[in-house]
């Protein structure tokens, strides 16, 4: 993901940029179970990247899962971009937000309607 800014300037030739990249360090497990018709989850990550749901079956893409956070200060994050992997019947699914979030300032997470603390 990316954020990108235009500035009207527009500069020709063969270039490149780095940049660097921190790694994920703070990350929170929460027990979870819940079932979504044609998979289980089994296990939440919750990351400055997002939530990530695991378990098993087969990851049924059109069904709709509303993941949100609820923030300490009472803001609501919502995690509106997804990311699947299902692989021998192991399901991974990752719920992006627009920023990275300070999983410090999350007071919990909701997942369909059910709220789940830290």
């Not at 500035?7 to 990350?27: P, R």
């Not at 609820?70 to 997804?82: A, L, W, Y």
Request: no cysteine.
């Amino acid at each position: 993901m990316g954020e990108f800014v235009a500035n009207g300037n527009h500069i020709t030739g063969k270039w490149n940029t780095t940049f660097q990249m921190q790694a994920v360090q703070e990350e929170k497990n929460i027990n979870f179970r819940q079932n979504f018709g044609t998979w289980t989850a089994e296990k939440m990550t919750v990351s400055p990247l997002g939530v990530t749901l695991y378990g098993e079956g087969e990851f049924n893409s059109a069904a709709e899962i509303l993941v949100s956070a609820k923030m300490k200060d009472g803001s609501i994050q919502i995690f509106d971009s997804t990311i699947s992997l299902n692989e021998n019947r192991e399901v991974q699914v990752k719920f992006l937000p627009d920023l990275p979030v300070e999983v410090s300032n999350i007071d919990s997470i909701n997942i369909n309607g059910v709220e789940m603390h830290q």
